[in-house]
């Protein structure tokens, strides 16, 4: 089969509905190469770059509530920056560029479920209300 790793995607076909920041971005820890005391970063096996995490909550209505809080990794050198937070608004609406998932089977569930990773996190676009994607064109 040609389809081998990461499949690129869109922002909206993982959130059609936006997404929330609901948590900080941390650096994600290499399980393998750290020790009692000593940290290690995660590096994306690809491309080498540092991998990082935060958690959004996706704005689609129909989820369970177990459902909507998902991990998203970043590839980036530096720890990236979260946009500013919207006034009037309880969290802060966030985009994803450079998005891939890859499918595997979760070993808890024995369900397939998806790794999301992305290359960069950035507001949410002029002219785009946050959590109306479709509404964009």
């Not at 971005?25 to 770059?49: C, H, I, P, Y």
């Not at 998902?70 to 802060?92: D, E, N, S």
């Given at each position: 089969?040609?389809?081998?790793g990461?499949?690129?995607v869109?922002?909206?076909?993982?959130?059609?509905?936006?997404?929330?920041?609901?948590?900080?971005?941390?650096?994600?820890?290499d399980?393998?190469?750290?020790?009692?005391?000593?940290f290690?970063?995660?590096?994306?096996?690809?491309?080498g770059?540092?991998v990082?995490q935060v958690?959004v909550?996706?704005?689609d209505?129909?989820l369970?509530?177990?459902?909507?809080?998902?991990?998203v990794?970043i590839?980036?050198a530096?720890?990236?920056v979260?946009p500013?937070?919207?006034?009037?608004v309880p969290?802060?609406?966030v985009e994803?560029?450079?998005v891939?998932?890859?499918?595997?089977?979760?070993?808890?569930?024995?369900?397939?479920?998806?790794?999301?990773r992305v290359?960069e996190?950035?507001?949410?676009?002029?002219?785009?209300?946050?959590?109306?994607?479709k509404?964009?064109?």
């Amino acid at each position: 089969m040609a389809l081998q790793g990461p499949i690129p995607v869109t922002f909206d076909m993982v959130f059609p509905h936006g997404c929330y920041l609901v948590g900080e971005v941390e650096a994600v820890k290499d399980f393998d190469a750290s020790t009692n005391g000593r940290f290690v970063q995660a590096r994306d096996k690809q491309t080498g770059e540092l991998v990082w995490q935060v958690a959004v909550m996706d704005a689609d209505p129909t989820l369970k509530p177990s459902q909507k809080t998902v991990a998203v990794k970043i590839l980036a050198a530096v720890q990236p920056v979260p946009p500013a937070p919207v006034p009037g608004v309880p969290f802060t609406p966030v985009e994803f560029d450079g998005v891939t998932v890859t499918p595997y089977v979760n070993s808890n569930t024995n369900r397939l479920a998806y790794s999301i990773r992305v290359r960069e996190m950035r507001a949410v676009r002029t002219g785009k209300a946050a959590g109306s994607a479709k509404d964009a064109a």
